[in-house]
């Protein structure tokens, strides 16, 4: 059973750091991996999605990268800003489903 | 265009009573999706409909659960005799239909059962 894991669950910076987020996944047969953004109140936001094929996604001052020999994904965030602050989700395709992260609860400080 | 919309945002009732809560997908996106976000939880994936295939209902937590998608497009999911435990927010989402596709969310109808 696919079991997807965000470390850390919260996170606080000063703003203008550059910072990284983690995901893991147990089984490696994965068809992608998404990473989301949730802001309070409101829906999903898709920030970045990697095919399995692929090793990294690129998307302005975010990057994600993937590792599925090792089940790990991360998403680095460059000169971080206040309005970065969300809780950021980590997916991976598995079948017909998305099996979720719990989230990573980030705060950038102005 | 327009995205995932829900209806209703927000929606309170008694224990007991039969919810309905709306989805209307992206235009042109074959693949729809139930999700259910429990307080301090991960998601929960419900339910998937894929053009006129049969859904994959693996998701629905017990038999009050269902969902129908009329059409190809709007998609209902209903809670009978609703609990206090199916307080949350309900997620739907639509894509393309390839595997591989992005998901792309609705802004959710959160739930809350007295």
């Known amino acids: 059973k696919q079991e997807v894991t965000q470390i850390p669950a919260a996170l606080s910076v000063p703003e203008g750091e550059n910072l990284v987020l983690n995901c893991s996944f147990t089984d490696s047969a994965i068809y992608n991996l998404q990473w989301f953004r949730q802001d309070p109140g409101k829906g999903l936001t898709s920030l970045l999605l990697i095919q399995s094929s692929q090793r990294e996604q690129t998307s302005g001052r975010l990057n994600a990268s993937l590792d599925k020999s090792s089940g790990r994904s991360t998403l680095y965030i460059a000169a971080s800003q206040p309005g970065d602050s969300a809780t950021y989700l980590c997916a991976v395709g598995s079948n017909y489903q998305l099996i979720w992260g719990a989230g990573t609860k980030l705060i950038i400080k102005p | 265009g327009a995205g995932v919309s829900q209806s209703p945002s927000n929606k309170v009732t008694e224990k007991g009573k039969d919810v309905e809560l709306r989805c209307d997908p992206i235009s042109g996106h074959t693949a729809l999706y139930w999700y259910r976000q429990s307080l301090g939880q991960g998601l929960e994936f419900l339910i998937y409909?894929?053009?006129?295939?049969?859904?994959?209902k693996s998701g629905l937590p017990s038999d009050r659960f269902s969902a129908e998608r009329t059409g190809g497009s709007v998609s209902t999911l209903t809670i009978q005799r609703t609990q206090q435990e199916d307080s949350a927010v309900y997620l739907c989402?639509?894509?393309?239909?390839?595997?591989?596709?992005?998901?792309?969310f609705g802004p959710g109808t959160r739930l809350l059962v007295l």
């Open positions: 989402a639509s894509s393309f239909g390839r595997l591989q596709e992005t998901q792309y």
């Open positions: 409909f894929q053009g006129n295939s049969a859904p994959d």
